[in-house]
């Protein structure tokens, strides 16, 4: 969607509101019922350029830009209603029943981009960084994921492959605080540093995947 609108006023949000109530599925999704979380369902533009915003159930299973047609009609998507959707910068699950398989959804010039990854065979042979989050403290597994590319590329068989959280837990690990490195160093700048180059690499991915090129 777009808008010429001044980012952030009022036209802008209550044009995106009418917009995501057509094809609201739930009666959950515009609700902003804890306290921590933004009081209006859109969120404030951040300074970096992947904003992750709230989106319901229908545009989300329509984002999917390498899927099957039956693909698409079984992906189980999460609880959405449970998402602290101003707290990341993509949202990403695994599939309760297809143990290989995961989900990720990016949004990429303001429109959300669905994506299937399956985790490979091949396990890294020692703990290898997340290409997304980056965390060097590696606290959690990360996996090999395969993406087949967007259309005829991606029917072809080309894929686009990654490094990354095995669960997807890239959002929580940016959040966390730093270790201080050195007396004055800024941890919090540090902090949002690493969630502006979390929503650029997921970005960048997602390109790579739409890219048939
Ligand atoms: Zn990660």
Redesign the pocket.
């Known amino acids: 969607m777009s808008t010429s609108a001044p980012a952030g006023s009022e036209e802008v949000v209550d044009a995106l509101c009418v917009d995501g109530l057509e094809s609201l599925t739930g009666p959950h999704l515009l609700r902003a019922s804890d306290s921590d979380r933004a009081p209006h369902p859109y969120l404030p533009h951040r300074k970096h350029h992947s904003i992750m915003r709230v989106i319901d159930a229908a545009r989300i299973r329509a984002s999917f830009i390498n899927v099957s047609v039956r693909e698409r009609k079984s992906l189980v998507l999460p609880d959405l209603s449970a998402v602290a959707w101003d707290r990341i910068d993509y949202l990403g699950w695994r599939d309760p029943k297809l143990p290989r398989v995961g989900y990720v959804v990016v949004i990429v010039d303001d429109e959300p981009v669905g994506i299937m990854l399956t985790q490979t065979e091949a396990s890294p042979r020692s703990r290898t ?7 060097v403290q590696l606290p ?1 597994d ?1 996996v090999l994921f395969s993406a087949k590319r967007a259309g005829a590329a991606g029917r072809r068989g080309d894929t686009v492959g990654t490094y ?2 095995a669960a ?4 929580a ?2 959040r966390r605080k730093p270790r201080t490195a050195y007396i004055g160093f800024d941890v919090e700048a540090a902090r949002q540093a690493r969630i502006a180059a ?1 929503g650029a690499n997921v970005e960048r991915f997602a390109r790579d995947v739409v890219s048939t090129a």
């Open positions: 960084q997340c290409v997304w989050c980056a965390d959690n990360v990354a959280c997807f837990e890239c959002n690990n940016v979390l």
